[in-house]
């Protein structure tokens, strides 16, 4: 944490709970030290959310983003892989966009069972109550979607890592 | 993870009440069975027998499978462990960004402040 600027202590880090509350949602929840237009802002600004969407610790880098963050705008993310050649997209719809508490989206890059996912953000003195939902059509397609390793598009690029690295160690 | 996984122990005990259902679970510890197998095997109805599997495999017990017009059952065991593993990998992708967005977001809280202390 060499590269805290305030006077402050490093924060320690707010834990991160998923939970399947039914048998086709999972709902992650967080709470983040800042205000949610705040938030919302890293959330909505293509250039900020491309520095946390796509973790360091994961090896993965976003090739493209295009985001039209607004209810009814489409977005598209590439990944790419330093150890392969192919890339990886990702891409659906905003359903709905209410700055700077809501934000709505499909998933759309599998086939017709893909999650809708709902981020809302609940300020509160100063922090904000992050929930993430990924309401799938059906319990059989969150079932699939654990069956084969992948989540409306967010874990599927690590699996798929694992996957290619367990293949590269094997020789496969 | 508790919260998670406390639903699933009740629907486990329950399942596990009834002698017949244990019966049936050691049954599919040995072979994969149909419900019908398992129906004269526990000298049942169909209909008795398709509630014990039922219970069981809302449980996670057992998991069935249609191949034509049978219905195959088998020990759904590892299921819950599967599904336990996926969820830790899936809320450590969420964690590992949201300690990310948490960096993003104490920049845009300093940078606020710096603006606001040159519009003084």
Known sequence: MNEAEGSEAAPVKNSTKVERTSERELVVTRIVNGPARIVFQAWATPELFKRWWVPKSSGMSLLSCEMDVRTEGKYRLEFGHPSSERTMAFFGRYLEVIPPTRIVW?????????????????????????????????????????????TSGFVEQFEQLDDLLLALDTGV | ??????????????????????????????????????????????????????????????????????????????????????????????????????EIVEELKSREKIDERSRG
């Not at chain 1, 499909?106 to 992050?130: I, S, Y």
């Not at chain 2, 509630?51 to 020990?75: D, M, P, S, W, Y």
Request: charged share 30%; with cysteine; net charge negative.
């Open chain 1, 106 to 150: 499909t998933n759309e890059e599998g086939d017709d069972d893909g999650a809708v996912t709902t981020v809302t953000f609940e300020e509160k003195d100063g922090q904000t109550l992050l929930v993430l939902r990924d309401l799938y059509p059906s319990k059989a397609a969150l079932d699939e979607a654990i069956a084969s390793g992948s």
């Open chain 2, 1 to 102: 993870m508790v919260q998670y996984i406390q639903p699933h122990l009740d629907a486990s005990f329950a399942a596990l009440s009834d002698p017949t259902r244990r019966g049936v679970l050691e049954q599919l510890g040995r072979a994969d069975a149909s419900i019908t197998d398992l129906a004269d095997r526990f000298h049942m109805t169909l209909t008795g027998m398709k509630k014990h599997v039922g219970v069981l495999e809302q449980a996670g017990f057992v998991i069935t499978e249609k191949i034509g017009r049978v219905r195959t059952c088998k020990l759904g065991l590892r299921r819950l462990e599967e599904e336990a593993a996926w969820i830790e990998r899936y809320r450590r992708v969420w964690e590992a960004r949201f300690d990310a967005l948490d």
